[in-house]
């Protein structure tokens, strides 16, 4: 065999491996974006370290995680509505929305029971006396 049998072969082995990983990129099941809508939150994100400034001036924990009893503790005033979001970045399948509005007085336990094991973020947005705020927390069960 000669230097150009060699140097042919070499390319020839070079593309087949990458049209392989090109293939096989392509066929991945499984890749999913972080949210459906990347771009619009994109633009509200400064809404929401504004909104996340203000939760962190509260003289308050506003969420609390109890493992042993594995539920979750929100402290919100009576009045208070706003929304809770389970995020599972691995499988978007999971993510769960909860309505919230605060009837009682005294802490807001959420029940964390149906949510498969692993790693979760809790994203809380609600409105308490016209201000919004935002709070999140990162969560293994």
Do not use: C, H
Request: glycine share 6%; charged share 25%.
């Amino acid at each position: 065999m000669n230097w150009g049998k060699g140097i042919f072969l070499t390319i020839l082995a070079f593309v087949a491996l990458i049209m392989a990983m090109v293939i096989f990129s392509v066929r991945m099941e499984g890749i999913e974006l972080v949210t459906e809508n990347y771009y619009e939150e994109e633009i509200n994100y400064q809404d929401r370290i504004d909104n996340s400034t203000s939760a962190n001036a509260l003289d308050r924990t506003v969420i609390s995680y109890d493992s042993q009893l594995n539920v979750l503790i929100l402290d919100l005033p009576i009045g208070t509505r706003g929304e809770l979001q389970f995020f599972r970045p691995s499988d978007s399948s999971l993510d769960q929305e909860i309505k919230l509005e605060v009837n009682q007085s005294g802490m807001t336990k959420v029940s964390l029971k149906d949510l498969k094991p692993g790693y979760w973020k809790i994203q809380l947005k609600w409105e308490e006396n016209g201000v919004d705020y935002y709070q999140e927390k990162k969560i293994n069960l």
